[in-house]
């Protein structure tokens, strides 16, 4: 009889995901005196953690006289994933003294949690007990070991754990290959995999994906092509966590066009499939596109966008100032309960000063229940657009008031600021704050802002001399902004000075070839304004000469494995291997 009512109760549980349901479902057991069963109390317990209710969990459990292992790693797990490790550990300890010994799944809920609270010194210590309990060589505790050393990015760790382990499953080598990806050592991660295959291991759809993780630049876009076309001669394709994999890395190497074919082949597109393409759009510039799949997006009632895409397609809202939509955003964010969020705050905050509501913006700003640098980085940069100087100011005091540190993204504001507001003085303060106060070094745009500030004042021989004076190699972008104020005050001669230094780094540069050549007709040297636009058309006219795709993939594959590089040969085997006559 037990054992049919376990039958029953598990269908009908789970139809069971609210906190109202969870207690009726104990009531019910209660009644039909199966509450001291640790069968049922597991079940229990799960739910009320997925409720985040972990003291009806903790009551329920410690009513139950015979606890079983699975019951003593629910309440675990529940408290791991609530980041509680001192209420977890202190179970762990009690379940030592108990009958019941923790097995390999106890141990993997602990490395889950000590990881997910970024706690190393924890996650080691419950190393330690994992190969002193004598599961060192098991491979749960393995791949749990090695995924969370890898999400501390202590990939040196992870590869001890992974090669220590004899004959790995797929879920082990999965776990490298992602840990390799998520902490930027894509080449290792594509070594591993070859010697995976190389072993005769088949990978799975959770291979591909954590293969793809690493690709991240437009550089290593011919690598997610030939994974791509491993993925189609295997038959992986199809699966939407390879499928979602490859959007994300489409996106990432800003190949949007692939990303959006990629998208379109996956049956039941996910959210992460679904924020890949949108952060995609938004960051090739095509903020339209952004905004019409987000609608798209919320048209479907299964999925629910999450902080990190709304406040990207916010920044989208911005950039096209779409005050419209963007309030319609901010809708959704209201109706989701998002409006806590910092990231998401912080986004608004950017699309009403962007968008000329700086009333919105700073009302959002003072319901803000948490700021952080970033949040009074953006209202300070919103006052100092709108004019606001002062205020601006004041928010930058209070600010370190509230004990928050700035970074180079407030020196940045409160430059740009000064710029706004014409405030020469007050920008040579903030940079010596920047450099004497805070010890941040300044990057290019807080020199741009400084030569602007140095240029609208007429000082131009000042600003030359700033600008020689910065440690070479001089960004380009900070000769460009002496180029322009040279251009607007008409100075010919410094302007010639300027654009030598240009086109020694950018000769190709039709832009600051425009902006000299504005300066000459300003002065009605007409010879110079026909060579420098004559100089412009014919760089434009160059023709390239054709070339086979095929051609092209060899070049390129020869170019990122020289014979010097550590991993060249399994690469171009790699590469030789996977991408014969397929067309990705």
Known sequence: MPSLFRVIISEFAKTFQTMVSTEKLQAFVAKTHLARDPFFATKLVRFYALNGDLHSARKLFDEIPQKSVFLWNSIIRAYSQARQMGDAVSLFYEMLGSDTMPDNFTYACLVRGFSESFDSKGLRRVHGGVIVSGLGFDH???????????????????????????????????????????????????????????LGKRPDFYTMAGLTAGLSNCGLLIIGQSVHGFCLKVNLDYEVHVGSALVSMYSRCKCIDSAYRMFLTVPEPDLVAWSSLITGFSRCMNHKEALF?????????????????????????????????????HGHVLRQGLELDIMVCTSLIDFYSKCGSLDSAINVFAGMAEKNVVSFNAIILGLGLHGFASIAFEKFKDMLE?????????????????????????????????????????RPEHHVYMVKLLGMEGKLEEAFGFVSSLQEPIDSGIWGALLACCESHGDAHLAEVVAEKLFESDPEKSAYKVMLSNVYARHGRWDE??????GISESKEGKVPGISWQKIHL??????????????QPMMAFYHGISGSQNV
């Open 140 to 198: 749960i505790c393995g791949s749990a070991v090695v995924t969370a050393y890898s999400k501390l990015c202590l990939v040196g760790e992870a590869t001890k754990v992974f090669h220590s382990i004899p004959d790995p499953d797929v879920v082990l080598w999965n776990a490298m290959i992602s840990g390799y990806g998520s902490c930027g050592f894509w080449d290792k991660g594509i070594s591993l995999f070859s010697l995976m295959l190389h």
């Open 293 to 329: 799949w987000f609608s798209k997006l919320n048209m479907s009632c299964k999925k629910k966008p999450d902080c990190i895409l709304v406040a990207c397609v916010l920044g989208s809202c911005a950039e096209l100032s779409n005050p419209m939509q963007g309030k319609e955003v």
């Open 402 to 442: 509230m004990g928050i540190r700035p970074d180079e993204g407030t020196f940045s504001a409160l430059l740009c600021t000064c710029c706004h507001s014409g405030l020469l003085d007050k920008g040579r303060e903030f940079l010596r704050i920047m450099r004497n106060e805070f010890g941040l070094e300044p």
């Open 529 to 534: 304004v026909k060579m420098l636009r004559d």
């Open 555 to 568: 070049i390129v594959a020869e170019q990122a494995f020289p014979p010097e590089f550590p991993h060249s």
